[in-house]
């Protein structure tokens, strides 16, 4: 039976960068959850009798949220449902899935990297056809129907179980529980060289992979152990938990300082790496050498055609505008097409389906290709292991061979997290509002070249979107760039992007905070980062 319930709406309930994302205590009000998934669907055209593909990172409220999609989903209409077992989809997973079955679309339960319990984050996120998230367009139209949402329907189907794989029939539609790994684990194995990796790995290869007791933990199990014969440990932290072990599943150097330390020390392992919690995002890191997300995807790049589903060539490149454009220099020695889109992986999808891009990449550690349409954590790593075992070299060769060939962007991000959300944007203002008057001025003896506000046109279907971060170009090719984030959940966070190029002549080995030092002077002289958030350094360094 369907039944049909009264509502009244939320005013909050707009997607972010990825996702409708707050804490849990916030979707469990009354109705919260419910409303966004019917606003979701009465956003939507046309999926009368279709599939949805569902999952998450298995985060507290995971299995609750699961059961009112199903119940939703019936409810309106949905043919069927596939569901992976025990509600565990990691994010690359989930756009895998919903491409190979032509699903009409995905929703993904996460909140990424953020931590989760009781009291931490959740997120509900829609991602269309191609498998990629859904476009402005959508999100935008989601917001507006959850604003007017008057009623929402249900059906009741009691509680399903999502734990055995197989098939029901309930309210209505099929609800297929599936393996969570085995589709992506075949996927991986399309496109790289196992047969090279194992013997990686049989040459006594030491991986270290923490997956910070997220989602990936059985993929990685699977792929780097099972598949591939990487010792037994090499995984860490395999065991997804609800709250993550009260850890932040955020793969960077301070919430992964262990992993960095390991790497840092004379008997480290060959290789190490991390995964956040929805497992779309990557940490690499060398025998002492840690590798920026930007100089990460520069040298995946440069390197892809080791891996057979590259082994053609790229047909571009595409960058988030405030990662460095290390990758540039790639694009332009390859002779191929270099792309500069907004913050947000959605923003990729375009110049994917158009085949004007095969690889992609941020600074917040997000990599990925043309096989799916959302970052890939996993995929990342699988493409670093592939360069390590063609070229014989360990990831420090690779990495300064890469410099002296295309010289080197220092690079750096610094955060400033939950500042008051009226003095954050005042900064912007008063930024924004004085960049014509900054070309030509110097600070601290940097000369500024210009700045402005950025705006994308997308090349493949016109749209539009502005104010996208705040660009200020130095002469000799620095350059800073100061954003909000999309994705926090408290207050407002500051993102200040530092970027310095060091031609292959130049000095290659410099100490990165070091190398920018003018710089970071430079982004509070000319922002008043000091002066509007009342903090006198960042909080987070990457
Ligand atoms: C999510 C998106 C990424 C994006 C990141 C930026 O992880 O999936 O594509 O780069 O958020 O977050 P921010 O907090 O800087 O808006
Ligand atoms: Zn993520």
């Known amino acids: 039976m369907t039944r049909i319930i009264a509502t009244k709406p939320y005013d909050d309930q707009k997607p972010g960068t990825s996702g409708l994302r707050k804490k849990v205590p916030v979707f469990q009000q009354e109705n919260y959850a419910e409303n966004f998934i019917q606003s979701i669907f009465d956003a939507l055209d046309g999926y009368k009798g279709k599939t949805l593909v569902l999952g998450g990172d298995g985060r507290f409220y995971n299995r609750e949220v699961i059961q009112k999609v199903l119940a939703i989903a019936a409810a309106n209409g949905f043919g069927k449902v596939m569901v992976g077992q025990g509600g565990i989809l990691s994010t690359p997973a989930a756009s895998n ?6 699903a009409f679309g995905g929703i993904i339960l996460s909140a990424s990297h953020n931590p989760g319990g009781p009291h931490e984050d959740f997120g509900i996120k829609y991602n269309i056809d191609n498998g990629g998230p859904a476009p402005e367009k ?56 196992f047969k090279a990796l194992q013997k990686l790995f049989e040459s006594g290869f030491r991986m270290r992979f923490d997956s910070m007791h997220a989602v990936t933990g059985p993929y990685a199990k699977e792929i780097f152990e099972h598949r591939l014969g990487a010792a037994e440990g090499t995984c860490r932290n395999f065991k997804p938990l609800p709250d993550f072990g009260r850890h932040h599943p955020d793969p960077n150097l301070v919430h ?14 060959d290789f190490g790496a991390a995964s956040d919690g929805d497992g779309d995002r990557n940490l690499i890191i060398g025998k002492g050498i840690f590798i920026t997300p930007s100089d990460s995807l520069a040298m995946l790049c440069a390197n892809a055609t080791v891996a057979p589903a590259y082994a053609n060539g790229l047909a571009g490149i595409a960058r988030s505008m405030p990662t460095s454009r ?30 004007k891009a095969t690889i992609c990449g941020e600074e917040s550690a997000g990599t990925g290709s043309n096989h799916i349409r ?51 944007h005042a900064l912007m203002e008063e930024l924004g509002g004085k960049l014509a008057s900054l070309a030509g001025t110097s600070v601290r003896g940097l000369k500024i070249e210009k700045a402005d506000d950025f705006a994308y046109h997308d090349p493949v279907d016109g749209s539009v979107s502005e104010h996208q971060g705040i660009r200020v170009h130095f002469e000799g090719g620095s350059r800073v760039v100061f954003r909000l984030s999309g994705t926090g959940t408290e207050g407002a966070t500051l993102r200040v992007y530092i970027e310095h190029y060091e031609p292959p002549t130049g000095k290659l080995d410099k100490d990165t905070q070091k190398a920018l030092a003018d710089l970071i002077a430079a982004a509070d002289d000319i922002a008043g980062i000091a002066r509007h958030t009342g903090r006198d350094k960042p909080s987070v360094i990457t």
């Open 97 to 102: 899935v919903i491409r190979k079955y032509k």
């Open 138 to 193: 959508i999100t935008d139209a989601i917001f507006a129907k959850s604003k007017t949402i008057k009623e929402y329907k249900i059906a009741d189907i009691g509680e399903i179980d999502i734990d055995r794989i197989g098939t029901v029939e309930a309210g209505g539609m099929t609800i297929e529980v599936i393996d969570s790994v085995k589709d992506y684990a075949e996927l991986m194995e399309s496109l790289f060289d």
């Open 256 to 269: 992964c300082k262990h992993l960095y330390d390991e790497m840092m020390k004379p008997d480290a392992p």
């Open 326 to 355: 290390a990758a540039d220099r790639v694009a332009e020695k390859l002779g191929i097409g270099i792309y500069e889109t907004p913050t947000g992986w959605k923003f990729f999808g375009n110049l994917l389906d158009a085949g």
């Open 374 to 424: 959302e970052k890939d954590g996993l995929w990342a790593v699988l493409l670093w292991l592939s360069i390590l075992a063609v070229r014989s070299e360990s990831v420090q060769q690779v990495a300064t061979k890469h410099w002296a060939e295309f010289g080197r962007n220092y690079y750096s991000r610094h955060d400033y997290e939950g500042v008051d959300s009226g003095r954050a």
